[in-house]
């Protein structure tokens, strides 16, 4: 065995159950919006905590950037959070921090000394659940992280343990709150992006800097997570295809509205068909997982198309328990100390009783279908000449490239004469072909929008 696994070995023959005497001592890596709210949770609810535990739940620590006034005793805060997790009167660490270092480091060293963790941090989990996991499993302690997808709503467990004995084909959802809130309200008061990210960042929606949520990196990651439990195969953020809002207009918002849709930013995560030209499951090959983030057209009868404001909600499709639909508070930091005390109470009864929760699940190995590949449908906008035979040259255009149009319609006449595409289901790349053949038409003024759409039964 490697040294590694031999301080596992060793960490996991002690964790025996607890002494009924015993508190667990827990630390906590952060003080910010979430980590404050945990912190206050700890502290005004020790009894109820205890009871559903098992054992008293004691709060050793916190550790933050500078001491300053928090709240709480001086002797609880402390900027070295590596002595934190090292000492030996803890026994849990929950890491509200972000980002990826120091977490990664604070985190293994948690793990490797065999010390569960709970951590909201999707970014980090992203990228490096399996060495996390790995960390983990040698020592036989528990990582918890229900907070890191969608705050407050329960999704993870879910996925991990009341689906366990389902095949899950499908999971999208609405996984960001700032980019719902904007998209929200340009649908609601017709106002453009700029104008309505300024007020969302007015209002404390979005960050200073909103790239991470506006550019979709933040449901990307999120989408990598639930990509990752439901198809037992391990996902990162590099995996999947990613397009942000940023170029969402109120006219794009005004068109959906016209045909009986709202504009989301979506995280889809399905099983699709094998690559042309190999084998499928009934011969013995393997489907593969999509796994993308962008903005789409939902229709207004979709169950996520009433999903507005800063909330979140994530709709799963699962062969034998059919569609399912979790939603709620998203963000925020009430909501995510929720999610994240409720993985403590799980990870402290572990402790406790001597349990363990689900490791990582891996078994698929399913490969990553390329965006090019993945079905979906498009709703294209296009400025053209009023004169005949145009319609038959944009028809032949989508002919050409094996994409079939499901309707078509024109809006104004002469100079402002505008079609309106519709197509059924393609491949990403054909779509794709296909926009980039339109735009060298001739009677082809502009390509004003492309957006796809989802949620249809089509």
């Known amino acids: 065995m490697t040294e590694a696994t031999d301080a596992g070995a060793a960490v996991a023959a002690k964790n025996g159950t607890w002494g009924t005497d015993r508190p667990i001592g827990v630390a906590v890596l952060g003080m910010g919006n979430v980590g404050t709210e945990v912190v206050r949770i700890l502290r005004e609810h020790t009894a109820d905590l205890e009871s559903r535990v098992g054992a008293p739940v ?29 000492r030996d009167d803890v026994d849990l660490v929950v890491e509200v921090i972000g980002g990826i270092d120091p977490p990664r480091r604070l985190i293994l060293a948690a793990l490797n000394a065999g010390k569960s963790v709970v951590t909201a941090n999707k970014a980090l989990l992203a990228d490096y659940t399996g060495e996390l996991a790995a960390a983990a499993e040698r020592s036989r302690a528990d990582l918890y992280f229900e907070a890191a997808v969608a705050g407050a709503i329960p999704v993870v467990r879910p ?3 009341s689906l366990a004995g389902d095949r899950v084909n499908r999971v999208v959802g609405i996984v960001n709150g700032t980019t719902n809130f904007i998209l929200s309200a340009m649908d609601e008061t017709g106002a453009d992006y700029h104008d309505t990210l300024a007020e969302a960042t ?19 990651a999120k989408a990598a997570i639930l990509a990752s439990l439901a198809f037992h ?68 009868e979709h169950p996520l198309a009433a999903v507005n404001g800063a909330f979140n909600a994530v709709v799963v ?12 508070q998203g963000a925020g930091g009430a909501p995510t100390a929720s999610a994240v005390l409720g993985d403590l109470v799980m990870a402290a009864r572990n402790k406790f009783y001597g349990g363990r929760a689900p490791g990582e699940s891996v078994y698929a190995e399913l490969p990553i279908a390329p965006i090019g590949d993945t079905p979906t449908r498009y709703h294209v906008n296009l400025q053209v000449a009023d004169r005949a035979g145009v ?36 491949t990403e790349s054909a779509l794709a072909d296909t926009v980039s053949a339109l735009a060298e038409l001739p009677s082809v003024t502009s390509v004003t929008s492309v957006l796809r759409l989802e949620g249809t039964e089509e």
């Open 58 to 86: 004691v709060l050793r620590g916190v550790a933050v950037r500078n001491t300053a006034d928090r709240g709480i005793p001086d002797e609880l805060l402390t900027t070295d959070a590596d002595a934190l997790v090292a």
């Open 159 to 161: 996925l991990i343990q």
């Open 202 to 220: 007015r209002l404390g929606y979005a960050e200073a800097d909103p790239t991470a949520d506006v550019e979709g990196y933040d449901a990307a």
């Open 233 to 300: 195969t391990r996902v990162t953020a590099a995996d999947v295809y990613r397009e942000g809002i940023s170029r969402i207009t109120s006219e794009d918002l005004e068109t959906a509205s016209a045909v009986g849709c709202t504009v989301k930013l979506l995280a889809i995560c399905e099983r699709v068909p094998a690559g042309p030209g190999e084998p499928g499951p009934e011969d013995g090959g393997k489907e593969r997982v999509s796994v993308r983030v962008y903005p789409a057209l939902i229709p207004r």
């Open 317 to 328: 499709e699962a062969e034998n328990a059919g569609r399912l639909m979790f939603y709620g």
């Open 391 to 426: 319609l038959q040259a944009v028809a032949g255009e989508f002919a050409e490239h094996g994409v079939s149009i499901s309707t078509v319609r024109q809006e104004g006449h002469g100079e402002g004469a505008r079609l309106v595409v519709v197509t059924h289901h393609a």
